[in-house]
């Protein structure tokens, strides 16, 4: 049988062609093609130097700490269970006894107003409409009153490193409290900086140094160095008017003999909440717990301090086995999507911490690009745990996931180049 040909009728091609009315900000324009944190990434390595994507970007020596983590995430295979009711599937859960509308929380990151001039102010409001908690950091580029004030309702936590001026530290967590902090992240991998080698290599300064380099990159990235030229100076009371590398400044700003019993001065001048960060082993993590550290955070400090350290996806397992169902057991490290932090949750965290996936976002579009990369997650968590027949956190165990054996990683030799 054969079918005779006729012209469209204009109400036919209405209902197949429909043109969309262009945006007019560029700014929303990229953010909008940004379908993944990989995406925004690529974004943020365009519109910042090079010195500040990589310090972001990078991790210490060798940078197989990250790389590995980053594998193990990889190497994972999700294992759905079908036929289950996933018409309605929340991502809600409690992190520090409170609700949050997703499982993850922003990382404490330093030198935030490097990235964009907004800083910690564009972060603190995208957590606070969305209900995220937002751990501030000692090495912040504002000060914990100032963020407050940006974002007077919302979940924030304070980080601290232990200073070798105990004194200036008791001042932080004193101001952190008055301002309403709702709990403590103590960082306790930093006896000294670890040797991130891009660093080294850029030159990184804060605040930036104007060099022949960084003369030759206003030329490539003139609206980052507008923005940071013609915005309050990009600088740290701790760290103000120390000559010297980053690595060389918190060289002379942490304690490196800090141990165990230092938690009870902490406790002394910090009576909410607190969260122990850097845990890397079963044994620190026992040893912290019994200390009375109301919930540990499994880290490598994002791969940026011991090259090779362990993976905290892999640890992740044993230390919920050893602490028991009841311990708060938040992960970091490598987690650049939804499904990296179902993978997490899966295998027994309480929670997660994102630090990259949302700078990525603050350097691709300020406070745009932060939600961007709060959209995106929260999407992918939903859908992943769709397609898990998952249809609340709870419903979330070891059966959805298998762990592969942890490969060798070749390390390039151009590695820290990159």
């Known amino acids: 049988m054969t079918t005779s040909r006729r012209m469209p009728r204009p109400a036919h091609l209405r209902g197949l062609v429909g043109f969309q009315r262009p945006d007019l900000d560029s700014?929303?324009?990229?953010?909008?093609?940004?379908?993944?944190?990989?995406?925004?990434?690529?974004?943020?390595?365009?519109?910042v130097p090079r010195a500040v994507?990589?310090?972001?970007?990078?991790?210490a020596?060798?940078?197989?700490?990250?790389?590995?983590?980053?594998?193990?995430?990889?190497?994972?295979?999700?294992?759905?269970q079908v036929l289950r009711d996933v018409g309605a599937v929340s991502t809600q859960t409690t992190i520090l006894g409170r609700t949050s509308a997703v499982p993850f929380a922003f990382a404490p990151t330093g030198f935030t107003r490097l990235m964009h001039h907004e800083g910690e102010a564009a972060?603190?409001?995208?957590?606070?409409?969305?209900?995220?908690?937002y751990a501030v950091s000692t090495l912040g580029t504002s000060t914990p009153e100032a963020v407050r004030v940006a974002a007077p309702d919302a979940r924030l936590w304070f980080q601290l490193y232990v200073w070798r001026d105990r004194g200036a530290a008791e001042a932080l967590m004193a101001r952190a409290n008055e301002s309403g902090y709702e709990a403590l992240v103590l960082t306790v991998d930093v006896p000294v900086a670890g040797a991130r080698l891009r660093d080294?290599?850029?030159?990184?300064?804060?605040?930036?140094?104007?060099?022949?380099?960084?003369?030759?990159?206003?030329?490539?990235?003139?609206?980052?160095?507008?923005?940071?030229?013609?915005?309050?100076?990009?600088?740290?009371?701790?760290?103000?008017?120390?000559?010297?590398?980053?690595?060389?400044?918190?060289?002379?700003?942490?304690?490196?003999?800090?141990?165990?019993?230092?938690?009870?001065?902490v406790r002394e001048n910090w009576r909410g909440p607190l969260v122990v960060k850097g845990i890397q082993t079963v044994e620190d993590a026992r040893a912290v717990t019994d200390a009375g550290a109301d919930a540990i955070v499994l880290s490598s400090h994002g791969g940026r301090q011991l090259d090779?350290?362990?993976?905290?996806?892999?640890?992740?397992?044993?230390?919920?086995?050893?602490?028991?169902?009841?311990?708060?057991?938040?992960?970091?490290?490598?987690?650049?999507?939804g499904g990296d932090v179902?993978?997490?949750?899966?295998?027994?965290?309480?929670?997660?911490?994102?630090?990259?996936?949302?700078?990525?976002?603050?350097?691709?579009?300020?406070?745009?690009?932060?939600?961007?990369?709060?959209?995106?997650?929260?999407?992918?968590?939903?859908?992943?745990m769709a397609l898990?027949?998952?249809?609340?956190?709870?419903?979330?165990?070891?059966?959805?996931?298998?762990?592969?054996?942890?490969?060798?990683?070749?390390?390039?030799?151009?590695?820290?180049?990159?």
């Open 27 to 47: 700014t929303r324009r990229r953010l909008a093609a940004a379908l993944t944190v990989a995406d925004l990434r690529a974004l943020a390595r365009r519109r």
């Open 53 to 59: 994507f990589d310090y972001v970007d990078g991790a």
């Open 61 to 80: 020596e060798t940078e197989s700490s990250y790389r590995r983590a980053r594998d193990a995430f990889a190497q994972l295979e999700f294992r759905p």
């Open 123 to 133: 972060v603190a409001r995208v957590a606070q409409r969305h209900g995220i908690p």
């Open 200 to 265: 080294v290599r850029n030159g990184l300064s804060v605040p930036p140094a104007l060099t022949l380099r960084t003369v030759a990159d206003i030329a490539r990235h003139p609206r980052w160095w507008v923005d940071v030229l013609t915005h309050e100076p990009v600088d740290f009371a701790a760290l103000a008017g120390w000559d010297g590398t980053i690595g060389e400044k918190l060289d002379a700003l942490f304690d490196p003999t800090m141990t165990l019993a230092d938690l009870t001065w």
């Open 308 to 337: 090779r350290a362990p993976v905290p996806l892999r640890v992740l397992p044993a230390v919920r086995e050893a602490l028991g169902p009841d311990a708060e057991i938040i992960v970091d490290t490598g987690i650049l999507s």
């Open 342 to 384: 179902v993978a997490a949750l899966a295998l027994g965290a309480s929670s997660t911490l994102v630090g990259r996936a949302y700078l990525f976002g603050l350097m691709a579009g300020g406070e745009a690009g932060v939600e961007r990369a709060v959209t995106l997650l929260a999407a992918e968590t939903r859908r992943t």
């Open 388 to 418: 898990l027949g998952a249809a609340s956190v709870t419903d979330l165990a070891p059966r959805h996931v298998g762990l592969s054996a942890d490969p060798p990683t070749p390390a390039p030799a151009a590695a820290a180049r990159s």
